[in-house]
């Protein structure tokens, strides 16, 4: 299989502190990644210089062979980069369905002109973009919501809205951080089938930053681990479960909870 | 107990103060002849010369039953049941009444025994005390005040009950498609009786209410401009008034004959107001990291700047500005009846034409892709910008378009003024466009209207209480804010915001 995003020496600093030091990291295209690492690891940090949020002092990102170090957030978004925040970020005053069709953004076309004159294309892409917002929120379970505000829905709804937005932007790698977070363990589950479900029907490849254990072993075809912004371990969950420096990051033992 | 006690104290202290500073003693002097040929448009000399100067005690007695009215709402506005709202008004307002009888037992006891309390409080002579006792004698009048102010404040507290049955009834009808339908309806009508009003009336109201409607116009072509900055993109530009000065100047100096272009005022306008959407754009550039509060102080700056620019180049006429700006022509085509703009009339209806194209043009740009990233840019503007939404390009768009039509309002401004000077361009203009789109409600055009009407307008119809207009206007923003803080006409989304924190409303409704 490709290889969808390849990030080669990524170093982002802070004044002194080097949140992530030279990071080489690889996604198969169609796979599902999970980034893991302590409080502070540089995780985050990553996320921000893959979306553009950051751009990195040193070292190459490249996504499907374009390099994209530099770039702005919305460009970066617009090739198919697609995320969720760790503390949700919705538009929390606009309704359900406006939110995703905010996401679509990238994918239409109106301008100012179109706007005031109200054209043919103008009226026949709203109309478009409607319905797709509309399918996605079912796609979310998210159907008879359309209409209330963001900030009113609960909060899993507001995970699972969160996701359909970034879908809206019709991405290829899907980055997830900490979809999970707050959730019990039923609700992790139902998250994790959730992702799965994502990555089949809506074809994308997915990276997410979890601290939950038992979803990164179960959903997770490859695991990188980082700490103090260095990359300490990669491989299958299982590889990476037996491996010392892991356990010993975790813990500052060998023993590791799971 | 202890809210109305506290409501009842407040309102007493208010009402003393209102006493001592002399609005009972203006009132007094009021007439309804006099207010009459005030709205007529007549001189306060003229009046004086026309109305015998007797004292009246109808407006000082409306002003009290409307204080106790007000009163008796607020008091009321926290409890829960019916009893308790009357009874809580019924309290707050007997013992704001008792405050304002004791001191005026108290004040015509003085009076009483030769001691003259206007040597000190100036404004409390031995008539205002009469009056105000209600020509009885001081302790029949004290308790008049009691239990005519406790009436009217219960009444107050009814009318608040039934106001806000009224309002739950109107948001159940409107959830339901059919009586939605029939709303909309009413509305049109309205619309279209407003609009019809405002096209004949400037042939009648004279000269000095034609004015006024011309400056409301302008203020809500101001307002719909700032709107789309504040209200749609959450972009707090505390700098307008540059970009109307901009629009007011390069229409001066292209037409006046002071400088060599003279050019007719179709032609300058729209180099006026690319001007001024270019003068928008280029000051959006160096703001653009800037939110909030920052961007409020730095963009009241490059305000300042633009007006001292004119006001110390020579080029623009230093602070004496420039005067002779050409007025429109406008001959209508087929018939070759060339209209007039010599008096504020013409003028009225270039603004009102204008007003409804830009108010048009605003609500199209709110419903569509640009509105949204707007509205998203405005609630999380890093999670817009992950989204795809290109801020910087929607945030100087906004800028731009706000500046344009600013100087749209600034080019007809000069041009209906035929002269300008720097010192029409203040932050107070900046600060009066704001208040409006605010009071009228954030986001919303309805709102900018009737906002601007408010704003502009009031000012102008209080003229008769004379000296107490400002102090009127400016309490009644006080109190706007505190009952309507999401404005008169909330825009939709601001509407669902603020019902949505609104319990009592959702306990009603469920009910």
């Known amino acids: ?208 930053i979890e601290h939950h254990m038992r979803v990164v072993m179960t959903i997770s075809e490859r695991v990188t681990v980082l700490d103090f912004g260095v990359k300490i371990a990669e491989g299958s969950p299982q590889q990476v479960q037996q491996n010392p420096r892991v356990r010993e990051a975790y813990l500052g033992s060998s023993e590791m909870h799971i | 107990m202890t809210p109305a006690i506290r409501s009842g104290l407040v309102t007493g202290t208010l009402l003393l103060f209102f006493i001592l500073i002399g609005i009972y003693t203006t009132f007094e002097a009021l007439t309804l002849s006099g207010v009459w040929l005030t709205i007529q448009g007549a001189t306060a000399s003229e009046i004086a010369a026309q109305l015998p100067t007797a004292t009246n005690p109808q407006f000082s007695r409306v002003f009290t039953v409307f204080a106790a009215l007000i009163a008796g709402m607020l008091a009321a506005r926290r409890a829960q049941t019916f009893a308790a709202q009357i009874s809580s008004a019924v309290i707050a307002n007997a013992i704001a009444g008792a405050m304002v009888a004791i001191a005026l037992i108290f004040a015509s006891a003085l009076y009483a025994n030769k001691l003259d309390v206007s040597f000190v409080f100036e404004k409390v002579k031995a008539e205002t005390v009469a009056a105000l006792l209600f020509e009885q004698p001081a302790l029949l009048g004290g308790a008049l005040w009691i239990v005519v102010f406790a009436a009217f404040g219960a009444l107050g507290a009814a009318l608040l009950r039934g106001w806000r049955a009224l309002a739950v009834a109107q948001s159940l009808a409107a959830s339901t498609q059919r009586s939605g339908l029939t709303a909309n309806r009413v509305q049109t009508i309205l619309l279209a009786l407003a609009a019809l009003f405002l096209v004949i009336a400037p042939q009648f109201i004279g000269v000095y209410w034609n004015q006024v409607l011309g400056s409301i116009g302008l203020f809500v072509l101001l307002g719909l401009g700032l709107n789309i900055v504040i209200g749609f993109a959450g972009l707090l530009d505390l700098g307008y ?86 007025p429109p022509t406008f001959t209508i085509p087929f018939v070759n009846y060339t209209v007039a703009f010599n008096s504020s009339t013409p003028f009225w209806y270039l603004i009102f034409f204008t007003c409804i194209v830009v108010a048009f043009i605003a609500l199209r740009l709110n419903n569509s892709r640009l509105g949204r990233s707007w509205t998203a840019m405005r609630e999380d503007e890093d999670a817009a910008e992950a989204m795809g939404v290109d801020t910087t390009r929607i945030k100087l768009l ?107 409303l959702e306990v009603l409704e469920s009910s």
């Open chain 1, 1 to 208: 299989m490709a290889t969808i995003l390849s990030a080669k020496g990524v170093t982002k600093r802070f004044g002194g502190l080097t949140a992530v030091d030279s990071v080489d990291f690889e996604i198969e295209e169609g796979s599902i990644v999970s980034l893991i690492g302590p409080n502070g690891a540089g995780k985050t940090t990553f996320f921000n210089c893959i979306t553009g949020y950051y751009t990195p002092e040193e070292g190459l990102i490249q996504f499907q062979g374009k390099p994209t170090v530099g770039m702005k957030m919305h460009q970066i978004t617009s090739l198919g980069i697609a995320r969720t925040f760790q503390n949700i970020r919705l538009f929390g005053n606009m309704t359900a369905l406006e939110n995703v069709m905010v996401g679509q953004h990238p994918r239409m076309k109106a301008g100012v002109i179109g706007a005031i004159t109200h054209n043919k294309a103008t009226r026949e892409e709203e109309a478009r973009v409607t319905t797709h917002g509309r399918e996605l929120l079912r796609f979310v379970g998210l159907r008879g919501k359309e209409n209330n505000l963001a900030k009113n829905l609960s909060y899993g709804e507001q995970r699972r809205l969160e996701i359909a937005r970034a879908l809206g932007t019709e991405p290829k790698l899907l980055l997830l951080d900490e979809p999970t977070a707050g959730m019990n363990p039923q609700e992790s589950l139902a998250m994790v089938d959730f992702i799965r479900k994502v990555r089949q029907e809506m074809n994308v490849t997915i990276l997410l």
């Open chain 2, 398 to 504: 906004a800028f731009g378009s706000g500046a344009f039509f600013a100087g749209l309002g600034g080019a007809i401004y000069a041009s209906r003024q035929q002269h300008i000077f720097p010192d029409d361009f203040t932050l107070l203009v900046s600060i009066n466009a704001l208040a409006l789109i605010i009071i009228g409600g954030l986001g919303s055009i309805p709102g900018v209207i009737i906002g601007s009407i408010v704003l502009i307008g009031l000012p102008e119809v209080l003229r008769p209480i004379a000296d107490y207009r400002l102090l009127a206007y400016a309490a009644l923003l006080v109190v706007m804010m505190l009952v309507r803080p999401a404005g008169l006409i909330p825009a939709a989304r601001q509407r669902r915001e603020f019902r949505e924190r609104d319990p009592e």
């Open chain 2, 241 to 326: 008034v540059g970009f109307y000065a901009i629009g007011a100047y390069t229409i001066a100096v292209l037409t006046s004959p002071a400088y060599p272009f003279q050019w007719g005022f179709w032609l300058a306008l729209p180099v006026a107001m690319v001007a001024a959407a270019i003068a928008g754009t280029l000051l959006g550039i160096p703001v653009l990291r800037l939110r909030g509060d920052y961007l409020a102080i730095v963009t009241l700056g490059f305000g300042e700047i633009i007006r001292i620019i004119y006001k110390f180049n020579p080029l623009t006429g230093g602070p004496q500005g420039i005067l002779n700006v050409a």
